[in-house]
């Protein structure tokens, strides 16, 4: 299984951005995906997250409401699209895969995921 993280960039504050990220060589049916983000210095910190079983979706809340996380299943990719973007969201952003169910508390976890892609680099500028 790979993942390929795109839409990284410059974006002034208050601007949008959507992230994308395709897996491959698995079809996403009864998975779990999420995106974290790690800001220079910081350890990496959960974002939003979605289950393919039921398309529940979870955030963090410094998130919340401001950015959402969707699936395209014949694609077999998932969006974040970051809206009223500030600042300190300026991180690299990394999308996982979890080959399964993940109950809520575990969605936030990175040890909880079995794949990772690239990393994405989101810089806003105030």
């Known amino acids: 299984v790979q993942l390929q993280a795109f839409g990284g960039g410059l974006v002034q504050a208050g601007g949008s951005v959507r992230l994308s990220c395709t897996a491959s060589?698995?079809?996403?049916?009864?998975?779990?995906m999420g995106w974290f983000r790690q800001a220079p210095g910081k350890e990496r910190e959960f974002v939003a997250g979605?289950?393919?079983?039921?398309?529940?979706?979870f955030y963090t809340d410094s998130t919340k409401g401001r950015f959402t996380i969707s699936r395209d299943n014949a694609k077999n990719t998932v969006y974040l699209q970051m809206n009223s973007l500030k600042p300190e969201d300026t991180a690299v952003y990394y999308c996982a895969l979890r080959t399964g169910y993940l109950i809520e508390s575990a969605v936030k976890r990175e040890v909880s995921y079995d794949y990772w892609g690239q990393g994405t680099q989101v810089t806003v500028s105030s």
């Open positions: 060589g698995r079809t996403l049916k009864t998975d779990t």
């Open positions: 979605i289950r393919w079983s039921d398309n529940n979706k």
